[in-house]
């Protein structure tokens, strides 16, 4: 890391570290016109700069003439001084924040039944939303149809499931069922997929529904217009599932000719 940017990690600005390099570099006490001029800056930056370098205490101002002139001190010890300062504070709020993370995820009183809502779009959204159930690292609930699935995001696709596989995250799916694409289905035992297949002329599912830990995801699968929402809250996500195994529950108990 350069000086620079090194000064500029402990609060100062691009001005006030180039005010105080000038400084360093110039002998005595100087007014700012002098230290502005050697800036290539005009006098008011200048001034302002140098004002809050001495509220830093890497600056001296005093008067020269009649005239308010800054100079500065050692640097191995105001620098020292204010990366101690700097230092302790940054301990400060590290812990006020760690202490407050708590309070901030659940809100005040009553607002856990307030849903957070996050809303995406394009292929990437989507993907998002994948990442989102792979975060929360629990088996989830799905309705969908795989082929669209496959169809909107390819070979993502193949390594989401494969992480998924290694995390040992199962998805339980209720999917519409197309002749066509048996070999698909015969691998739901090798991708930890358990699912129930119903006939596509009942089940003509457009988009997908993912429940996962408190968090419930709703994805338009449209190849030209794709979007989705992650809907956050216990109640909504309690809901969905309660239809998901009544759904499951029920269709498990017909017999199709799949």
Known sequence: MKLKQALEEIG?????????????KTAGAQPASILANRMGINRT???????????????TKTM????????????????????EDRSAILKEVN??????LPSLIVGEEGSLH?????????????KQVYEAVLKEGVDYYRYGDITKIYGTLGDFVEDYIKRRNKMGITAHAIMP?????????????????????????LFPIEGEV???????????????????????????????????????????????KL
């Open 12 to 24: 100062l600005s691009k001005i006030e570290v180039e005010a105080y390099l000038t400084l360093l």
């Open 45 to 59: 930056t200048a001034y302002k700069a140098l004002i809050n370098l001495s509220k830093l205490g890497l600056a």
């Open 64 to 83: 020269k003439h009649g005239i308010i002139c800054f100079f500065t001190e050692d640097p191995e010890d105001t620098l020292k001084s204010l990366i």
């Open 95 to 100: 812990t006020t924040i760690l202490a407050a």
């Open 114 to 126: 307030l849903p957070k809502i996050r809303y995406y779009e394009g292929i990437d959204g989507i």
């Open 177 to 201: 069922y197309h002749k066509r694409n048996e070999e698909l289905y015969k691998k739901d035992s090798n991708e930890l997929r358990k699912a129930l297949y119903i006939p596509y002329d």
């Open 210 to 256: 993912r429940i996962f830990g408190n968090k419930v995801a709703i994805l338009s699968l449209k190849q030209d217009s794709p979007i989705s929402v992650i809907i956050e809250s216990e109640v909504v996500a309690r809901m969905f599932k309660s239809i998901f195994m009544l759904t499951w529950g029920d269709y498990t108990k017909r017999t199709f």
